[in-house]
């Protein structure tokens, strides 16, 4: 049950279009909003006492007024001002209030050196043990696909268990959305014929396209078919694409007017930032759908 969403802002327009995901979320479900701002504890070293009260007011009053904007659509609002690092205090106070999910929005960048989720939606990727809807800030907000009758959410799966991880938290949102599951597979598309060592030709390459997309639909069958016994009244239909993941994701995406792409990802941060170069990462770069990403390590570390 979505009980609560927890949404990280900074005092940024960018960052409040979060809440308008949060929303509608929230409008089948009656969940609680948390609006959170982190006082900076940079900004707070050194500085006097009073300095440091007026950090944390000023952050109490901004929150203060965005919660009153929301509360008079009717929606339940609560705040929070933690001070320290932006990424940690949000990871805690999700952990300290037992949210159900994380809604925000990436600043990210791309190229040498940059984050693509940004250095705080990064690292909360990272640490969360709770699933995170990132939406991007230079693409229009696109809730309408959220607020039809029978939303849809693409999960894409790739036959490891790491990307089934991301079925449970899919089928849970799908529930309390009254959505329907989108379980997809990519394959790459056979570029050349099948031969022996001796040159022989043993499938040419429709019959390996069709080969494959035979395994790919037996699979998501049977992934949908243990869904179905688990959680009866998720309706799931299937979806076999090929060639790149990241391409095919967002065009399936779109194409089945799906209100978000839930999926697994590593989420590391540093030297190896997999969040960045990732299918994942890919699909946030060039996607339009808002993603709800999962970090199937940081989702076993809470359980235990």
């Given at each position: 049950m979505l009980r609560s969403i927890l949404v990280p802002l900074d005092g940024s327009e960018l960052a409040e279009r979060a809440v308008a995901y949060a929303t509608a979320l929230s409008l089948p479900t009656a969940a609680r909003l948390i609006l959170v701002r982190a006082v900076s504890a940079h900004a707070l070293l050194g500085s006097d006492e009073r300095a440091q009260e007026n950090a944390v007011k000023a952050a109490e009053s901004y929150l203060f007024d965005v919660a009153v904007g929301v509360m008079a659509r009717g929606f339940v609002c609560e705040c929070a001002t933690p001070c320290g690092d932006a990424a940690g205090c949000i990871v805690e106070e999700a952990r300290l209030r037992q949210v159900d999910l994380i809604a925000m929005t990436t600043h990210g960048r791309t190229g040498p050196g940059r984050w693509l989720l940004g250095s705080v939606a990064e690292s909360v990727v990272a640490k969360s043990s709770?699933?995170?809807?990132?939406?991007?800030?230079?693409?229009?907000?696109?809730?309408?696909?959220?607020?039809v009758d029978q939303p849809r959410l693409l999960v894409p799966l790739d036959g490891?268990?790491?990307?089934?991880?991301?079925?449970?938290?899919?089928?849970?949102?799908?529930?309390?959305?009254?959505?329907?599951?989108v379980l997809q597979r990519v394959e790459s598309k056979p570029v050349d014929v099948l031969k022996d060592s001796t040159g022989r030709v043993l499938a040419y390459t429709d019959q390996l396209l069709e080969q494959a997309r035979r395994v790919a639909t037996d699979y998501l069958k049977g992934v949908a078919d243990r869904a179905a016994r688990q959680w009866p009244e998720v309706i799931a239909q299937t979806d076999v694409?090929?060639?790149?993941?990241?391409v095919a994701i967002g065009d399936a995406a779109t194409d089945a007017g799906a209100g978000l792409i839930v999926m697994a990802t590593h989420g590391r941060t540093g030297a190896v930032r997999t969040v960045m170069g990732s299918v994942a990462g890919r699909v946030l770069e060039h996607g339009q759908t808002p993603l709800v990403l999962v970090h199937p390590t940081a989702l076993q570390q809470a359980s235990r």
């Open positions: 709770v699933p995170v809807l990132v939406e991007r800030a230079w693409h229009p907000i696109r809730r309408e696909p959220l607020l490891s268990s790491f990307a089934e991880a991301a079925i449970e938290p899919a089928a849970r949102l799908a529930i309390d959305l009254g959505a329907r599951l694409a090929f060639g790149d993941p990241a």
